[in-house]
Structures are given as C-alpha cells and as structure tokens.
C-alpha cells in the first residue's frame, strides 16, 4: 500500500504526519464531546419534529376554517424548518456550529 492511498480506516502506513492515528482520536475529548452534543441534538431534531408536525396540523386547519394562510404559523413552520436544517448540518459534521441551545440562536421566521 502506498503512501499516496492510506487506507478507509485512518490507520496510516509508518506514522503518517498528515493523519491521526486511532488511538489518538479514540482518547481525543473533543470526539466524545462530539458524541455528547450529537446525541443532544439527535433528541432536539426529535422534539422539533415533534413540534413541527403539530404547527402542520395547525396551520391545515387554519387555512381549512378561514381560507387563508396564517402569516404567524408560516413564520414559525419556517423557523422550525430552519432549525432542523442546522442540527442536520451539524449532525452530519457539514458545520461545526452548534445549533440552538448550544451553541447559535434561534433562527428567524423569516420568509425567504
């Protein structure tokens, strides 16, 4: 195996200077301070859904009462929405920012 190709594992052939061998990510605690926030936002995504399916169903009725949408409940669907998006982000190691509470705040209604 060559140097130009280490192998899927991060296992590095003859201490690799541009790699972290596993035993040093294993005892990192920054990587299970990792694993702490990303089971916290795993329940967070949980109860925001939970939440979002409720302001769905809300805003179903008002427009099957009224006939018109409500500009409050859109603002707050799309917030939700927003913030499910950044605890995706950063479950998916695409960011490094904390979502709400650990970190950012919450975002905007915001229509877009």
């Known amino acids: 195996m060559s140097n130009d190709n280490p192998p899927a594992d991060g296992v590095f052939v003859d201490g690799d200077p541009n790699g972290k061998p596993i035993e040093e990510n294993i005892k990192s605690r920054a990587t299970w301070t990792r694993l702490l926030f990303m089971v916290i936002c795993c329940f967070l995504v949980s109860l925001a859904s939970f939440v979002g399916t409720f302001v769905v169903v ?6 099957l009462f009224s006939g018109e949408v409500n500009r409050q409940i859109q603002q707050v669907g799309q917030s939700l929405a927003t913030y499910i998006y950044e605890i995706i982000r950063y479950l998916t190691f695409n960011t490094e920012e904390k979502p709400f509470p650990l970190g ?3 975002p905007s209604g915001s229509l877009e």
Do not use: A, S
Not at 58 to 63: D, H, I, N
């Open 104 to 106: 950012n705040d919450w």
């Open 58 to 63: 809300l805003g179903f009725l008002w427009v």
